[in-house]
């Protein structure tokens, strides 16, 4: 009887939750299409995600082809972006470095993600003391400045892209648990929720068919913001030497390598550089967008906005 039950509260609900989704999805659509910004961004984001799969293909040099002889050369129609110190192509390993970026970018994130989600949802569905407890050492861990933390984590695993990846992953778990957990504590109070308790659906059932569903948008939201931020952490930790080694090319690496070159090769750090202020920007673009449009807050002014016109 209660098996029965649950099932028709589930799919009650899930039919309630399907019309929302798809007109949320809608709305997402249309706002990044009317945003001139948002567009921007989207269009840089799908040329870097194209860079980042077929850059060794669409590189004209081999990222590693030494050539004494073109060594520290201005940019020109044979090599648009010069030469480095070695007469390596710069355009070749910044198109290359692309998919370092995202790589890091992405797979961080997705670690974050995953662990600051299930933390979170955890702490906010049963709340007291697994609460306390959870959401005390994510605030240990978000106390600390996050290009610190990242550098003290890769200095106890050792410099290298994975290990970049894992602190990176590790620095932005405890934003994913908040938001997460101000989410449920919000969802956990509602009416479908109530009802999959008092009919004796498992706890695992009701986070992940009830309250995991109902706080996606702001997961999306602090998502595409991260990634961004990510994406400079990396840079960062590339340049002090503790992200990917050589002769692996990398946009924080090459600015590392540039840095002495500054007056005479200036072409050594805009490139790398510019190729990391355009991927952040484009990420901050589409996830303000995202804000406007998921963000309750957002909402609620816009909407507010309009009753007044």
């Known amino acids: ?15 309630a939750v399907r019309p929302g989704h798809d007109s949320t999805a809608r709305r997402v659509l249309s706002a990044l ?10 269009v840089v984001l799908v040329v870097l995600l194209v860079v980042g799969v077929a850059g060794q293909w669409l590189a004209p040099y081999g990222i590693n082809d030494v050539n004494v002889d073109q060594m520290l050369r201005p940019p020109t129609w044979s090599h648009p972006f010069g030469t480095d110190e070695l007469g390596r192509d710069v355009l070749s390993r910044v198109l290359v470095a692309a998919r370092v970026s995202l790589q890091v970018g992405v797979v961080s994130v997705g670690i974050a993600l995953v662990v600051g989600v299930f933390l979170g949802l955890v702490a906010g569905y049963y709340r007291g003391w697994v609460d306390n407890v959870l959401m ?6 978000f106390a600390f400045p996050v290009l610190l933390l990242a550098v003290a984590i890769v200095a106890v695993l050792g410099p290298g892209l994975s290990t970049a990846m894992v602190a990176i992953g590790v620095v932005y778990t405890p934003i994913f648990a908040r938001v997460t957990r101000a989410s449920v504590l919000s969802v956990r109070e509602q009416v479908f929720v109530r009802a999959a308790v008092s009919i004796g659906t498992s706890d695992l059932r009701i986070m992940r068919r009830h309250v995991l569903p109902n706080i996606t948008a702001p997961l999306i939201v602090q ?23 050589p002769p692996d090319p990398s946009w924080g690496r090459m600015l590392f390598d540039g840095r002495g070159f500054v007056t005479d090769a200036w072409w050594l750090g805009v490139f790398p550089g510019a190729a990391i202020f355009l991927t952040v920007l484009a990420f901050n673009l589409v996830g303000d967008a995202l804000r406007d449009v998921l963000d309750p807050r957002q909402l609620t002014v816009s909407e507010a906005r309009r009753s007044t016109t």
């Open 1 to 15: 009887m209660s098996g029965g039950d649950d099932s028709t509260v589930g799919q009650d609900h899930d039919a």
């Open 33 to 42: 299409r009317h945003d001139p910004p948002a567009v921007v961004g989207t």
């Open 136 to 141: 005390r050492c994510m605030d240990v861990l």
């Open 223 to 245: 998502t595409s913001l991260s990634l961004a931020f990510a994406i400079l952490s990396e840079a960062a930790l590339s340049f002090l030497g503790l992200g990917i080694q």
